[in-house]
């Protein structure tokens, strides 16, 4: 019986991207560049009821979006 299914999990961010400097800071006031992270790419999961899972991986791979997402806390793509 299956506990938890997740298929093709996806999550991306908009990241403001700032220019170094006082000059840079000004500029950024009226017109703002963005750059897309990906933090989740097509994650599948499928946990069995009664199964005891662990998530590891480096730092930033994703794992604290996963669990949120999984709580509820954020919305996937």
Excluded: H
Aim: glycine share 12%; net charge positive.
């Amino acid at each position: 019986m299956q506990g938890i299914q997740v298929c093709d999990l996806r999550k991306s961010y908009k990241v403001e991207q700032v220019e170094a400097g006082l000059w840079g800071s000004i500029k950024s006031l009226f017109k703002r560049k963005y750059e897309s992270v990906t933090a989740l790419d097509g994650v599948t999961l499928s946990i069995s009821k009664g199964e005891m899972v662990g998530l590891i991986g480096p730092n930033g791979a994703g794992k604290t979006t996963f669990v949120k997402i999984l709580s509820g806390v954020l919305s996937p793509d």
